[in-house]
């Protein structure tokens, strides 16, 4: 005599998270934001090239800082790449969408 198959798991799957980006968005992968632009051309300057980092100017709360980040196209790139930044330079990365212009 066989088992009696299990009952229906009450639970639901967890959705899909969609893998694709909304039109028009990009991902800013920053990693690092400085008072002192010689910081923050240091920081960029140890970044591998292939990440193809750049240093912006962003004022906050009247202040000048120097932000280094690098664009990447959708949200699952910039959690893999800010993963493996912190593993393999020690950051801390900040993740923010972007319009594209």
Known sequence: MKAAPPPPS???PAPELAASTPSGMSYAVDL????????ADRLAASIPKNYQTT????EVHGKLFYRVRTIV???????????????????APRITP???P
């Open 10 to 12: 009450k639970t639901k």
């Open 32 to 39: 690092g934001s400085f008072l002192d632009r010689n910081n």
């Open 55 to 58: 240093v912006m100017q962003a």
């Open 73 to 91: 196209p959708t949200q699952t790139d910039a959690t893999a790449l800010a993963a493996k930044l912190a593993r393999e330079q020690k950051l």
């Open 98 to 100: 972007i319009q594209k």
